[in-house]
């Protein structure tokens, strides 16, 4: 079957701009998670959705970054007046129900940023 | 308390050889162990996992060694071959939960 899908695959935007990166999980997966992975960072948890619960934030690094999940289907990620050090490739990733016990997490190929 | 300590940072081994990575961890919490491998330009891609009750799990060339007393688990690669060169990610988490992510070994298999 399909799998993680992320939309765009490159993106290159000014300083200062805002951007929205979009990610579609595998079909059944009820949770969705949102990872970051740069040079110096290797690869940080950002945000986690779980069915109707409230989402986990505590790894967004700012309160420029959001991220909301319509349908509890697809994602979006927002970053608003992108800086330099927000460039990094940005990774989605889907899991089976919490309830399952099925905790494998499967990544799609993620979003380049790069902030110039 | 939440990290994952992976290592060597990189690793040379010759075809056909072990390839052995190792990480440790210190939140006793954790009840699963995923390891990743990414190729270039490519999302991670889960390999093999395993849950602290048991030792040892292994599919194909593939081995995860796990010692919860020591809070250490360990990925072997049996006859390794050059398409098995690319980086290697343990990670950690309490369930489903956010996994945390060791830094990452980059494997070289020397043909």
């Known amino acids: 079957g399909a799998g993680v899908s992320q939309s765009p695959s490159n993106k290159v935007t000014e300083k200062g701009k805002d951007v929205e990166l979009r990610c579609d999980p595998i079909s059944g997966h009820t949770a969705l998670y949102w990872y970051r992975q740069s040079l110096g960072q290797g690869l940080e948890f950002l945000i986690y959705f779980q069915g109707n619960s409230a989402p986990d934030k505590s790894g967004l690094p700012s309160d420029r970054f959001s991220a909301e999940r319509t349908g509890g289907s697809v994602s979006t990620l927002t970053i608003q007046r992108t800086q330099q050090e927000d460039s990094a490739v940005y990774l989605c990733a889907s899991s089976l129900d919490f309830g399952t016990g099925v905790y494998e997490q499967y990544f799609g190929p993620g979003t380049r940023l790069t902030v110039t | 308390q939440q990290q994952v300590k992976q290592s060597p940072q990189s690793l040379i081994v010759q075809k056909g050889g072990i390839s052995i990575i190792n990480c440790a961890y210190e939140n006793t919490a954790f009840d699963y162990f995923p390891w990743y491998q990414q190729f270039p330009g490519k999302g991670p891609a889960l390999l093999i996992a395993?849950?602290?009750?048991?030792s040892e799990k292994k599919e194909g060339r593939f081995t995860i060694s796990f010692n919860k007393s020591a809070k250490q688990f360990s990925l072997h690669i049996m006859d390794s071959q050059p398409g098995d060169s690319a980086t290697y990610f343990c990670a950690a988490s309490w369930g489903a939960q956010k996994l945390v992510f060791g830094q990452g070994t980059r494997l070289t298999i020397n043909p």
């Open positions: 395993i849950r602290p009750d048991v």
